[in-house]
């Protein structure tokens, strides 16, 4: 027997010692001896008296706490390993809706004590600031270590106090054990050249939880290193084809009759090594392209897929192939065992069509279609002199589609055939030699202080075809050199209508920078009605 209050009273422990901890050491059996820590007060009335914990634990599930006007309970837990832990003590109450938790880091031997009695009647905050409600009076609790997921360092203790007849009783906690555990992700692939991440778990006995315990596990293994390497729970992908991983941790069973002793777990897992390519990578417009996966199966390819900027084309699955000719560059996707496999096509540029160019401008009578009636004598305003329009038509051929492959259902043009025209008009006053207005300008009239018909004229076609320009016809030439309706159709890759509509907008493109104003340099001593005569 072991009394420290002679041990006090004698020197051999500290007056101010309030707390400790006792650790016993024999060679034999478990059980063989059953250690009592005994207390009483000096009248020798009231004593308390509590078993040595013989386990340490990584989680303990305890049972029922008691605080009333008759009864209190005391809840320890302590560092009984070689090495500082987080600990934490959790109080569950409500029916376990609700908790306090008490979290304190411990060195070797250190302790945490709860006194749940004082906790709740001084309503003393947890780490979050929350009370327990005065009223409670019953619950449950567990202590965790929170640094040692594995093989844990606490050991624990709880008395329930009876203050009217002066005693205690001990309530024994369960440790909570390893019932399973698994490798995974079970199979875990990847591309060659790449890597990923095992994770070590394990199934906790009391909780039915799954635990990482990934930075427990040792003796990593790779069945074939020539498929894949296994370092510290990370594999390399570094061969195509298909191995075993495998690795250990030393956790606490779950034989809680005796205490969760230690015991090795393994752990194991497939391990798949994966590649795609697409021959050629490179390939003429039109040409061919066979697209494998290898390091699987034909059952495990669930799905093909290629992607560009603006497309997308879904494949087959159960296959390991993917061929067929292309028309246009992107990444090709396919998703086998689990894992995304990817890699670029580039397709060369094909043959151009021809450029469409604004055509030579046409003098048309003024109201030939589509061009507007002018009426003489122009006004001044503008358009009244002269107008010109350019007029799109083309001709596009039957779209063609690739029949397979990746690029299976996209469309392009075959061929554009451009038949667009640009008339231009003058007003019947500036072409009819009997036109008053016609009769009145220049020298027609024999006055010289008036502009003459041509001054007239070379003003107008300047405005509506002049080039260089500005002019209406150099907006539209200007346009198409940027935006050509012929560009669109050789380079486009979609559905069947966009070919048309695209086409058409590069075309409306033009028109409408045909449409803005350009300077217009007209004569400023044009004779118009009643046609005054040049003052004397």
């Not at 034999?28 to 386990?55: C, H, K, M, N, W």
């Not at 009370?131 to 567990?142: H, N, Q, R, V």
């Not at 995304?340 to 030939?368: E, H, I, K, Y």
Request: hydrophobic share 35%; glycine share 12%; proline share 7%.
């Amino acid at each position: 027997m072991l009394d420290l209050a002679k041990a006090t009273a004698t020197g051999q422990l500290p007056l101010d010692a309030y707390w400790g901890t006792v650790i016993l050491k024999y060679q034999g059996r478990s059980g063989d001896l059953v250690p009592i820590a005994t207390s009483f007060d000096v009248t020798g009335r009231y004593g308390l008296q509590t078993p040595f914990s013989e386990g340490l634990s990584r989680l303990w599930k305890g049972s029922m706490w008691h605080v009333d006007g008759r009864r209190n309970s005391l809840i320890l837990t302590g560092n009984g390993g070689t090495e500082p832990t987080r600990a934490t003590v959790t109080l569950f109450y409500n029916k376990g809706k609700a908790s306090y938790p008490i979290e304190r880091r411990l060195e070797p031997g250190e302790q945490i004590w709860a006194d749940v009695g004082e906790i709740i009647r001084n309503q003393i905050p947890d780490k979050d600031g929350k009370t327990i409600p005065p009223d409670t009076m019953m619950g449950s609790y567990e202590l965790r270590d929170l640094d040692h997921p594995g093989v844990g360092h606490l050991y624990e203790g709880k008395l329930v106090i009876d203050k009217t007849w002066g005693h205690g009783y001990y309530g024994c906690a369960t440790c909570c054990g390893t019932e399973e555990t698994a490798m995974n992700p079970d199979p875990l692939g990847g591309p060659i050249t790449t890597g990923a991440w095992n994770d070590f778990e394990a199934r906790d006995a009391c909780t039915d939880s799954w635990e990482d315990v990934t930075g427990e596990a040792t003796d990593w293994t790779s069945d074939n290193a020539g498929v894949v390497t296994i370092a510290r729970g990370y594999t390399n992908f570094v061969g195509v084809g298909s191995t075993y991983g495998s690795a250990q941790v030393q956790l606490e069973s779950d034989r809680h009759l005796q205490e969760c002793p230690v015991m090795t777990y393994g752990g194991q897992n497939t391990q798949n090594t994966l590649a795609m390519t697409c021959s050629p990578s490179t390939v003429a417009w039109g040409g061919s392209v066979s697209c494998t996966v290898r390091g699987a199966s034909a059952s495990q390819v669930t799905g093909w897929n290629f992607s560009a900027s603006g497309l997308a084309v879904n494949g087959p699955t159960g296959t390991l192939t993917w061929t067929g000719p292309m028309v246009a560059s992107g990444t090709v996707t396919a998703t086998a065992a689990g894992v995304t496999l990817s890699t670029s096509v580039t397709v060369d540029a094909r043959s151009a069509f021809q450029a469409v160019t604004v055509p030579t401008p046409q003098l048309v009578p003024s109201g030939t279609a589509p061009m507007p009636v002018l009426t003489s004598p122009p006004s001044g305003a503008e358009g009244t002199f002269g107008q010109s329009a350019y007029v799109y038509s083309f001709t596009l051929g039957p779209p063609g589609a690739a029949s397979s492959g990746p690029n299976a259902g996209l469309y392009y043009a075959t061929s554009l055939t451009d038949a667009s025209s640009y008339p231009w008009e003058l007003n019947p006053g500036l072409t009819n030699t009997g036109d008053p207005f016609y009769l009145h300008q220049g020298q027609n009239a024999g006055y010289g202080c008036y502009a003459t018909v041509s001054q007239i004229v070379a003003a107008v076609q300047a405005h509506e075809i002049g080039m260089p320009g500005p002019s209406h016809y150099s907006e539209v030439a200007a346009a198409l050199a940027g935006d050509n309706p012929a560009t669109f159709a050789t380079t486009y890759v979609g559905t069947s209508s966009g070919i048309q509509s695209g086409v058409e907008a590069a075309y409306n493109a033009a028109v409408l920078a045909g449409n803005v104003e350009p300077r217009t340099d007209l004569p400023t001593n044009i004779d118009y009605p009643p046609y005054p005569e040049c003052p004397q």
